[in-house]
């Protein structure tokens, strides 16, 4: 396993649509899963899309609560439920968030690390996490999400807001 360089705001391949998985069971590519999960747990993430590691294909990891998931070429689909606005971050564009809106319950389903299909349904911040993921898949970053860019701060300055408020 290796821990993967991760790529930032500003690199073409966050910007592009990724290429659909062909065979998850593939040797590289699960070679490249237990990479991206090693990666995820170093920089402290809750979630890695392959295009973050500078591999333009359709997967990305996430925390399940205590466990760690892998969803190759996912479909996201908000369901019904509103929308939520909550701060956001990402690995590629380190040390600042966003507030973004997401629709608050979406379905899901792909392929899991054996090929099978899976499908569920999230809510909150693991419908969240979801969309995020799948975004860098087609190549969108929460800042595009963005509609009020004053709610866009580094993280130091966020938290001593924060901190004053309190």
């Not at 040797?27 to 993430?45: K, N």
């Not at 890695?48 to 591999?55: F, I, K, R």
């Not at 973004?100 to 299909?117: F, I, K, M, Q, Y």
Request: net charge negative; proline share 7%; with cysteine.
């Amino acid at each position: 396993m290796a821990i993967l360089k991760i790529a930032r705001l500003g690199h073409p391949v966050l910007l592009a649509h990724a290429e659909e998985v062909p065979d998850p069971t593939a040797p590289e590519i699960q070679r490249l899963v237990s990479d991206m999960a090693e990666t995820l747990v170093d920089a402290g993430g809750i979630g890695l899309a392959a295009p973050q590691v500078h591999v333009p294909l359709r997967l990305f990891l996430w925390r399940d609560g205590p466990s760690l998931r892998v969803l190759f070429n996912p479909v996201i689909t908000p369901l019904e439920g509103g929308t939520e606005a909550a701060w956001e971050g990402c690995l590629s564009i380190p040390g600042l968030r966003g507030r973004v809106d997401r629709p608050a319950r979406v379905a899901w389903s792909g392929l899991d690390e054996t090929g099978a299909p899976v499908s569920g349904e999230a809510e909150g911040l693991s419908a969240r996490v979801l969309q995020h993921e799948n975004d860098h898949l087609d190549g969108v970053l929460y800042l595009s999400r963005m509609k009020d860019l004053t709610q866009l701060g580094f993280n130091e300055e966020l938290a001593r807001l924060a901190e004053d408020r309190a």
